[in-house]
């Protein structure tokens, strides 16, 4: 499929050259059965004319950026990885299939039509601010092999309404400011819940949290009236419930 996006490219999806006007026709693509091999043509050039080429089992960087009117992808089930701003400016793209690899930094970031994410168990991280600022996400499905949530991840996801995570690390930021938040599901192999990982989410009004250590601002201004505590928990950090003036209840299992 190396060949094939790097010759269709400025065509079909959009920006392979950056002084094109033509950001592409293409709105629907099912890539579950390709293989993205090395070779072909450039798939994209920036502003300094650098080219970008495809790699094996890899989306690169910038790959799908800008491509307006694509609304849904389904991705290659041997995905090894989404580089760096590979959807980001996807203006239209609506839902999303990643079954396996890793999610770079910022690769969604700003796509602004994408309700819907599905994340396979063959995902193992996701990336500093993949998520940032997609104002429509309302679904995102995660699974079991996540074991790092990086910083900012799903900053200002103002319209996600609940989240399961199953194990792994929860970045500084990672769900801050997602204002519509009302449940949050902490699985007993989460270790860890960064610095305001959930600061600022207005809606969230309780919360079990069985092992993790928690993170300074962690739940910083929510809406919290009920926290539980799992008797693995030994320490609440500096503010990390403050400003939740509604508490009626913390309780501790140890």
Known sequence: LGPFIGAVAGEMLGGSDFSSANWGKLTTLDLTKATIEKGGEYYYMDS????????????????????ANLQSISLPENLISIETATFTNCSSLQTVHIPSGTIGASSFTNSVALASVTIGDGVTSIGSAAFKDCDALTTVTIGTGIEQISSEAFYDCDALISIDIVKGTIGTGAFQSCDDLESVTIGKEVTSIGNSAFSGCSSLTSIFIPKATIGTKAFQSCALTHVSLGESVTKIPDAAFYNNGSIQEIYCYN
């Open 48 to 67: 300094n004319k650098e080219e970008y080429n495809t790699s094996n089992h890899v989306i690169g960087e910038y790959m799908f950026y800008g491509c």
